[in-house]
């Protein structure tokens, strides 16, 4: 079985670009989420879906993050412009049923 | 305010001994924990779990112990083996379908 799959693995860019990353969730899994995992941190949620439906974005800085799932499948999300302390790991999981996380390799971002 | 807290950045354990992980949590709501396990660029991997109406669940060589009043949870690996050398993060939710919190996680260094 493919497990969560992620995109690009590794992303440079200079700050006030845009950037995007990309999940596929494992297959049959309603949900999915977001995680920042900054340098010496625990990942910490940006949002979760069930579903298309994002039923918690309250940790998504709505300024210039942006995610979105269509189809209640694959899922971009979006940060424009980009700023210095964005330079982060984000990772992507998805899951069967309420507890455990299956959770992708991650996009590595650095801002300069 | 840190609501999962893993004081010890860092572990070093004899192959063979045994290896203690220790969490502490703030939040008396707090029900369901995990534990992850991380290497190097790839996403954190689930390991175990505890719900709040048991104090102790074992799988093989990991066995998470809750201890609600004190609000402590502890990771025992024994034997220590070399591949057990990662990261490991401690992580809790609420119920068990809300957001999952985790720690900052505890570098676990297994020596030869």
């Known amino acids: 079985e493919a497990g969560v799959v992620q995109s690009p693995r590794y992303k440079i860019i200079e700050k006030k670009q845009p950037v995007a990353f990309w999940c596929n969730p494992i297959s049959g899994h309603n949900t999915l989420y977001w995680y920042r995992q900054n340098l010496g941190q625990g990942p910490e949620l940006l949002i979760r879906y069930e579903n298309e439906e994002a039923v918690d974005d309250s940790q998504l800085p709505k300024d210039r993050f942006s995610a979105e799932r269509l189809k209640g499948v694959d899922s971009t999300l979006k940060i424009q412009p980009a700023e210095l302390g964005d330079s982060a790991v984000y990772l992507c999981a998805s899951s069967p049923n309420a507890g455990e996380l299956f959770f992708g390799e991650g996009s590595r971002l650095t801002v300069l | 305010d840190q609501q999962v807290k893993q004081n010890s950045p860092s572990l070093s354990v004899q192959e063979g001994r045994i290896s203690i992980l220790n969490c502490d949590y703030t939040n008396s709501m707090f029900d369901y924990f995990l534990w992850y396990k991380k290497y190097p660029a790839e996403g954190p991997t689930f390991l175990i779990s505890i719900s709040s109406i048991k104090d102790k669940n074992e799988d093989g060589r990991f066995t998470v112990f809750l201890n609600k009043s004190a609000k402590h949870l502890s990771l025992h690996i024994v034997p220590s083996q070399p591949g057990d050398s990662a990261v490991y993060f401690c992580?809790?939710?609420?119920?068990?379908?809300?957001?999952?919190?985790f720690g900052k996680g505890t570098r676990l260094h297994i020596l030869p």
């Open positions: 992580a809790a939710s609420a119920w068990r379908d809300d957001k999952i919190i």
